[in-house]
C-alpha cells in the first residue's frame, strides 16, 4: 500500500484551464503539504494543511488553491494555468512531532501547452 | 527565514569509492532538524538520514553518514562503499522545530551524484 498517493503521475493541458491534483495518504499523518518541483529540480513548499491552519507561502499566486475534504485528502486547484506553472507537484505527509519525516508522493508532472 | 545550501551541483564517484556531499544553512533557531533526501530517476522522495539539532551524535544509517557540524551550521553526507543504485540528486532540507514545524522542509538546490562503474 503506498502512504502517500498522487494523481494523476502526468497532467498535460492548455493555458487558460483550470485543473486539480489529488492527493491521499493512509498514514493517519496530521499535516499535508504540497511542494513544486521546478525545470532546475529546486524544491519549495507551497501551503502547510492541517485540520486547524493553512499556511500558504506567499509567492504562491491565488490561482492555487488547496482543498481538503478530510484528513487523509489534500487536492491541489489550479485555475487560469499559465506556462509557467509547468512543474512537479509533490505532495507530502508529515506527524508533527519531534523526529518526525515527511513522506512524499511520486509526483505530478505538470505540463502547460 | 532559513536558507538551504549545497555548493556542488555536481559529483562523480567510483563504484566501491566513498563521497562526501556538503550542505550549510544559516538559521537563528535553537531547536530543528535536518534531512537528507534522495532523489532517483523515478522522481520518488526518498529519506536518507535526518539529525535532530539538539542530538550531538551523528547520525548514521548503514552506508551512509552525516558530520553535523551545529555552530559551523553545517551537514554533510558521507556514502561509503558507494553504489549503482546511488545514482540519484541528493536534497539537503531544513525543518524548524517551533511551530510544529509548519512551515514545512526548506531544501537546497540539490546535488547530482554520478556513480562511475
Known amino acids: 500500500d503506498t502512504a502517500v498517493s498522487q494523481t494523476p503521475k502526468y497532467l498535460v493541458t492548455q493555458m487558460g484551464n483550470d485543473k486539480s491534483i489529488k492527493c491521499e495518504q493512509n498514514l493517519g499523518h496530521d499535516t499535508m503539504y504540497w511542494y513544486k518541483q521546478d525545470s532546475k529540480k529546486f524544491l519549495k513548499i507551497m501551503f502547510s494543511y492541517n485540520n486547524k491552519e493553512l499556511i500558504i507561502n506567499e509567492t504562491v499566486p491565488n490561482r492555487f488553491s488547496p482543498k481538503s475534504p478530510d484528513k487523509a485528502h489534500l487536492n491541489l486547484h489550479i485555475n487560469s494555468l499559465e506556462l509557467g506553472d509547468s512543474a512537479v507537484y509533490f505532495c507530502?505527509?508529515?506527524?508533527?512531532?519531534?523526529?518526525?519525516?515527511?513522506?512524499f508522493g511520486q509526483g505530478t508532472r505538470l505540463t502547460v501547452v | 527565514a532559513q536558507t538551504v545550501t549545497q555548493s556542488q551541483p555536481e559529483m562523480s564517484v567510483q563504484e566501491a569509492e566513498t563521497v562526501t556531499l556538503s550542505c550549510t544553512y544559516d538559521?537563528?533557531?535553537?531547536?530543528?532538524?535536518l534531512f537528507w533526501y534522495k532523489q532517483p530517476p523515478s522522481r520518488q522522495m526518498i529519506l536518507v538520514i535526518r539529525?535532530?539539532?539538539?542530538?550531538?551524535q551523528n547520525a548514521t544509517e548503514n552506508r551512509f553518514s552525516v558530520n553535523f557540524q551545529k555552530a559551523a551550521k553545517s551537514f554533510s553526507l558521507k556514502i561509503s562503499d558507494s553504489q549503482l543504485g546511488d545514482a540519484a540528486m541528493y536534497f539537503c532540507a531544513y525543518r524548524s522545530a517551533f511551530g510544529g514545524g509548519a512551515d514545512g522542509l526548506t531544501f537546497g538546490k540539490g546535488t547530482h551524484l554520478i556513480i562511475q562503474p
Open positions: 538559521t537563528s533557531e535553537s531547536d530543528y532538524y
Open positions: 507530502a505527509a508529515e506527524a508533527r512531532g519531534r523526529g518526525t519525516e515527511a513522506f
Open positions: 539529525q535532530e539539532a539538539y542530538k550531538q
